[in-house]
């Protein structure tokens, strides 16, 4: 694997360590310090041998003591098998240590001879067991049974090299000194031997950790410190058995040096977090290669020392025999990995040879049988290949197009567009370039296409230009209805409003001195009739005819369009000194002044046109338009201008009228008009009208609609129509439906209250009136102030009101039936009611809407419609009122279908409250017009 070089980047937890690591260094300075010192002391007896032999014991006590101290501080920083192990590593280190001090108690009790063995030697052999315990108890990661194999082999390996090398450099020599024999030859063996064992454990740990992650330094220290005793021990055994050994040797600077370097292992900070895998990777041969480098040392102290003492011994022969197995062994399981290993590696390149050949197929069928047109081109547009879906896209099978030039089977600008596509890119590879063209088809029909044009001649598997083509024929055709109905009325096909308003922005933007533009609106008179009489069909004819005459009537260059309902517009460019607007608004009167012919009829209408332009100057034009200066030359304004030209046409009758900054007093006057209304409640201008609700089996009033006047103070007596919009769009309607619901419940109590026969009190709810979630207290309020039994009071709302919100609107319709007031839906059957929503409302009545009532015996849907809603209320245990009634003909066939109750002009229009009262005593039918 090859070297990584990139250096690790520090991370947090690094950082914080970066004290610690300083610590410890400094603290390391200091021990290598203090041992050299000892060793010093000890190699030149500066102060005489007895000093050096005391300055030994003493120091080696002190260092084995301070060593385990730190361990088993440290330890409590582990958990699990990693405290375990350290602790015991510690025991061990602290039963040399008591060792050291039995030696030394006797070295001051024997000081001629000490005595050997000795129960010092307890405390030493205590290390000897408990160091190698605690570092197999130490955690290592999860083996499989092949490395745990291999690292067994690979620790025997060391540990029977280590114990050869032994052999050869220390037990060898002591077995032929002699000196002490029995328990003293064994105790001396004993402890390179065992210093052997841990060395081999360490090593063992060593080559795991290899292969798995980052040696730590701990671990090194560790070795490195076992191995320094090792050296010790082996002096020490064999000095002590040829007699010599004495306390202050030069060799006890192995234990002091052992003992300061466990003590740097256990306060070395944690690294492992710092070592990065890949790095853990590099190293992986070494550990591989250890074995076998301590088998070649063994190997060659062996021939050693053959060579120095000529001859051999039994331990050596099987020492090397051993080996030789054990290297046999580790290379059978090498041979039975590397079998495995090619097993595992054929599987994997079959695998990935199925899995690219699936590839390969899926990929096939995506270029083969997918909605987009594969073409791979050289630079000068020759067809070098072509998916078969071409024959299902355009008709054309690959072969018929292969080697011809494709932009010789386009149009003109289409091989235009790809010649500068394949341009854009020829220089840049990898890169793509969309273009939209047309692409020839079998049908003969050319199709509309998106293609993306990719430059792939550096790929040696493609060497060309790519183009995916795909057919957005259908898109593009779908694309444009809908811009089309964006723009356009969907009845005559003229543009519509939104249309109109940009192109008036655009002519406006573009305008020059030279040029004016112009504004015609106009409105149909009389359409309203038509409409209301032969119904919507012969409406829509006359509008589409309309349509068709205003494009008669203007110039080639001029823009038509229709508002909505009878509103139209056109805009007119011209010279500034022509009169080509007005001249386009007279034929178009003229135009509109022959009747359309429907179905052997006659229909008359006429228009009232609006004028307005935008000049440059404050002049008028030769027709007397009046033109618009600066800032005002926007297109709304322009716009807007030119529709209050339009009522002014419309109220004066003539048909035609300019725009006058005159025109603005009317809209100033409304202005004024709403100031006025917020006025009127203060003032006590509001009065209320009712309108009775006759019971059709006995023509008793039963009830009467509350409807809202204004006596204004000079305009006189205001019609709902013109000031309860104004009330909806300035929020005064809270105000004013407020008070005609307090007026209506006084009034009704009043009427009770003089022994007149109980009635029920209708009043309309305001959209912003329903949506108050304090509408039920206030009406609650209301009837305890007025005195009016609840179900006496009727609450009327437009199906609109109640089919938005329709969650909320259901808890607020519950809130005010718990209430017990009567609940009505006003102008049933304009709105969008479902029956599912019909039954989960607590209505009460239905009220059939005018339009349905007015052309009773005319028109046989209008009939059904009405005849079903009567039913519906019936079936739903709903009352029916029916609206609008003014003629004998809808009063009974509104009878034979049963309808409930019914208001209209038939029977009284709206009354003040006096001449209510008298209805109500006298009875309506009597006094009906």
């Known amino acids: 694997m090859a070297a990584v070089t990139d250096a690790p980047v520090p991370t947090a937890a690094s950082e914080r360590r970066a004290p610690h690591r300083r610590a410890w260094a400094r603290l390391g300075v200091l021990v290598a ?89 307890i405390g030493f052999a205590g290390m000897v067991l408990l160091t190698p315990a605690g570092l197999l108890v130490l955690p290592a990661e999860a083996q499989t049974l092949a490395n745990r194999a291999r690292s067994l082999l690979d620790g025997l390996m060391v540990a029977t090299s280590l114990a050869l090398v032994a052999w050869l450099v220390a037990i060898e020599p002591l077995l032929h000194a002699g000196g002490n024999g029995g328990l003293a030859l064994a105790i001396s063996l004993a402890y390179p031997l065992a210093d052997i064992v841990i060395v081999t454990i360490v090593v063992y740990m060593f080559v795991l950790r290899r292969r798995t992650h980052a040696v730590t330094v701990r671990l090194a220290l560790v070795g490195t410190g076992m191995t320094a005793f090792a050296v010790a021990d082996i002096g020490y055994a064999y000095f002590n058995l040829v007699g010599t050994y004495a306390s202050g040797a030069v060799t006890d600077t192995g234990w002091f040096a052992g003992f300061a370097l466990l003590l740097l292992a256990a306060c070395a900070p944690d690294q492992a977090d710092d070592v990065p895998k890949e790095r853990v990777e590099t190293r992986r041969p070494i550990g591989v290669l250890l074995p076998y480098v301590a088998v070649l040392v063994a190997l060659a102290v062996c021939i050693w020392w053959s060579s120095r003492n000529g001859y051999s011994s039994t331990f050596i022969t099987y020492t090397r025999t051993a080996l030789t197995l054990l ?197 149909l008179d009389g359409f309203k009739e038509v409409n209301d009489s032969l119904g919507h069909l012969a409406g829509d004819r006359l509008l589409v005819g309309v349509a ?28 500034i000194d022509a009169p080509d607007a007005e001249r386009v608004a007279r034929r178009i009167l ?127 007596l205001i019609e709902p129509m013109q000031f309860i919009p104004m009330a909806e769009a300035t929020g005064l309607i809270a105000q004013v439906g407020r008070w005609v619901i307090t007026e209506a419940c006084r009034q009704a109590a009043a009427w009770n209250a003089e022994g007149a026969e109980p009635v029920t009190m209708a009043v309309n709810v305001s959209v912003r009136q329903f949506d108050r979630t304090d509408l039920a207290s206030e009406i609650a309020e209301q009837l305890t102030a007025s005195g009016l039994p609840a179900d006496r009071l009727c609450l009327e709302m437009t199906e609109s009101v109640l089919m938005t919100d329709t969650e909320e609107n259901l808890a607020q319709l519950i809130r005010l039936k718990a209430l017990g007031v009567r609940l009505a839906i006003d102008d049933f059957g304009t709105g969008y ?43 739903l245990g709903m009352s029916t009122v029916a609206e609008g009634v003014e003629e004998y003909g809808q009063l009974a066939a509104l009878r034979e279908m049963g309808c409930n109750e019914a208001q209209g002009f038939y029977f009284s229009h709206p009354v003040p409250a006096d001449e209510a009262h008298r209805l109500l005593l006298e009875g309506a039918a009597a006094h009906r017009p």
């Not at 419309?650 to 209304?677: C, F, H, N, V």
Request: negative net charge; hydrophobic residues 45%; contains cysteine.
């Open 548 to 575: 068709e005459r205003l494009q008669a009537c203007v110039r080639p260059g001029d823009l038509v369009a229709r508002f909505g309902g009878d509103e139209f517009a056109v805009l007119v460019q011209a010279p």
């Open 327 to 523: 290297i046999v062994g580790r290379q059978l399981l090498a041979l039975a990995e590397n079998r495995n290993l090619t097993r595992t590696l054929e599987f994997r390149v079959a695998d990935q040879t199925a899995e690219l050949a699936a590839s390969e197929h899926r990929y096939h069928a995506l270029v083969q049988y997918g909605s987009d047109v594969i073409t791979v081109v050289d630079p000068r547009a020759r067809v070098l290949y072509q998916s078969e879906s071409v024959q299902r896209v355009l008709g054309f099978r690959p072969g018929h197009l292969t080697g011809r030039v494709l932009t010789e089977l386009l149009d003109t600008e289409s091989a235009q567009r790809l010649t500068g596509a394949l341009a854009a890119v020829l220089q840049r590879p990898d890169e793509s370039v969309v273009v939209e063209l047309l692409v020839p088809h079998r049908s003969g029909r050319p199709r509309q296409a998106e293609m993306t044009v990719t430059n792939l001649l550096a790929d040696p598997n493609v060497g060309g230009l790519v183009l995916n083509t795909r057919d957005v024929s259908d898109r593009k055709q779908l694309q444009d209805q809908l811009v089309h109905a964006a723009y356009h009325d969907a009845l005559t096909q003229l543009a519509n409003r939104t249309r109109f308003h940009e192109q008036v922005s655009t002519a406006l933007r573009q305008r020059t001195p030279d040029t004016d533009v112009t504004v015609l609106y106009l409105d």
């Open 33 to 121: 310090v203090v041992v050299a010192l000892f060793g010093g002391i000890l190699g030149t007896d500066p102060f005489g041998a007895g000093a050096s032999r005391m300055i030994s014991m003493v120091g080696l006590a002190v260092a084995a003591l301070v060593t385990a101290t730190t361990i088993l501080i440290r330890s409590r920083r582990y958990t699990g098998r990693g405290r375990l192990g350290w602790t015991l590593v510690g025991l061990g280190v602290l039963s040399w240590a008591l060792g050291q001090l039995c030696w030394l108690y006797l070295a001051l009790v024997h000081a001629d001879k000490l005595p050997f063995p000795s129960v010092a030697d």
């Open 590 to 716: 003229a135009g509109l002044h022959e009747p359309f012919t429907f179905d052997g009829r006659d229909l008359h209408v006429r228009a009232s046109i609006g004028l307005a332009a935008a000049g440059t100057g404050g002049e008028s034009t030769p027709g007397g338009v009046e033109r618009l200066t600066g800032e005002a030359a926007e297109a709304e304004q322009l716009m807007r201008n030119a529709d209050l030209a339009m009522y002014r046409a419309k109220s004066a009758g003539s048909g035609l009228a300019s725009y006058d900054p005159e025109m603005l007093t009317g809209l100033i006057q409304r202005l004024e008009l709403e100031a006025d209304l917020r006025l009127a409640l203060e003032r006590d201008e509001l009065l209320l009208h009712y309108q009775p609700t006759i019971d059709l089996a006995d023509n008793r009033v039963v009830g009467f609609e509350a409807l809202v006047r204004w006596q204004h103070p000079t305009r006189g």
């Open 833 to 875: 009611s479902s029956l599912a929503y019909l039954r989960r409302f607590p209505v009460d009545t239905l009220k059939i809407d005018r339009s349905f009532v007015e052309r009773l015996g005319e028109q046989a849907d209008d009939a059904a419609l009405a005849e079903t809603i009567v039913q519906l209320g019936e079936s």
